[in-house]
């Protein structure tokens, strides 16, 4: 037996679904475009399938009964659902872009090296990124997810995935066999230390570094500097001094060999990695595929 033969007619329990959340005939018609008679009939028709009154008539007011509350509230749930589903195969059919921020460091050194094993499971997906050092705010609209380094909780944002990090000097294998002994020298005057320019205080100077690693150096000045993080690992896999190596960051040059860790001094940097989606947002399935994939990678 089928599903159809158990239900009413569905444009009946769509008319009685607006008159019980108009409390009115007249405004339940005006929405779906149809005459005040035309609910009526379907409000007796539907009152004769089932076999029992459903509303109340009163001098220019109509009101339900609590079988007809009780049926309506289901009625609700169903068609929010159905709406819902509706827009999600919309979506997919549209293939909307997933937007995603992050910085200019992270899009370099760990999402675009990545990306390709994402686009080879879900070739037509549809990926724009948007790299800024400054914050990018999920309340605009602009991105669909973002990679954030802070501690949450954020107030644009939830947070689906996190990750942590240490900071530790990195430098080309022809610098590193120059150094004789990379633990105590930091400490002298020896080191060519390459930095940059910190925008904010999640980056860390040489300064910072050597004072939460417990070093006391008496130089702590970058001999080279730059205003991107990004020259900043050039410079050091070019061979010109030590650089501050993010790990997360840093990896892919280390598995190929151009930049090697320096001595075993690390610094647990304060914040994270977090994967955050905004609070509220439209059904969006490319988007949650892409961020399922991204808070999976990010935690391996």
């Known amino acids: 037996m089928t599903i159809r033969k158990h239900l009413p007619s569905l444009n ?17 018609a005006v929405e779906l475009g149809v005459t005040q008679a035309a609910i009526s009939r379907q409000v007796a028709l539907l009152e004769e399938q089932l076999g029992t009154p459903l509303f109340a008539r009163r001098h220019r007011a109509v009101e339900p009964t609590p079988q007809c509350l009780l049926l309506a509230s289901s009625l609700a749930i169903s068609f929010a659902n159905i709406a819902e589903s509706v827009e999600m195969v919309r979506s997919a059919k549209r293939q909307e ?8 460091a992270f899009s370099t ?28 705010n999920l309340g605009t609209g602009e991105v669909d997810v973002v990679v954030r380094f802070g501690m949450p909780p954020f107030d644009d944002g939830l947070v689906v995935a996190s990750r942590a990090d240490e900071v530790f ?17 930091f400490g002298d005057a020896g080191h060519d230390l390459i930095g940059q320019d910190v925008p904010e205080r999640s980056w860390y100077t040489w300064s910072d570094w050597f004072s939460r690693a417990g070093i006391a150096a008496r130089h702590v000045e970058p001999n080279l500097g730059f205003n991107h993080y990004t020259e900043v ?23 190929d060999g151009s930049l090697i860790r320096l001595g075993d001094a690390a610094v647990s940097a304060e914040g994270r990695y977090n994967v955050l ?12 595929v892409f961020v399922e994939w991204l808070a999976g990678s990010l935690s391996k």
Do not use: N
């Open 109 to 136: 050194f760990w999402l675009l090296p990545r990306l390709g094993e994402f686009r080879k499971r879900y070739p037509s997906a549809q990926i724009r990124v948007v790299s800024q050092d400054s914050r990018i």
């Open 233 to 255: 690992l050039q410079a050091a896999r070019a061979g010109h001094g030590v650089a501050l190596g993010w790990g997360l960051l840093v990896q892919g040059y280390m598995d």
């Open 277 to 288: 989606v905004p609070a509220r947002r439209k059904p969006h399935p490319q988007r949650d």
């Open 12 to 28: 009946a329990l769509l008319v009685l679904e607006a008159a019980v959340r108009h409390r009115s005939f007249t405004a339940a």
């Open 97 to 104: 872009a997933v937007t995603i921020g992050a910085t200019l």
């Open 169 to 185: 000097p990195v430098c080309s294998p022809d610098y590193a066999r120059r150094v004789s002994d990379p633990d105590t020298a």
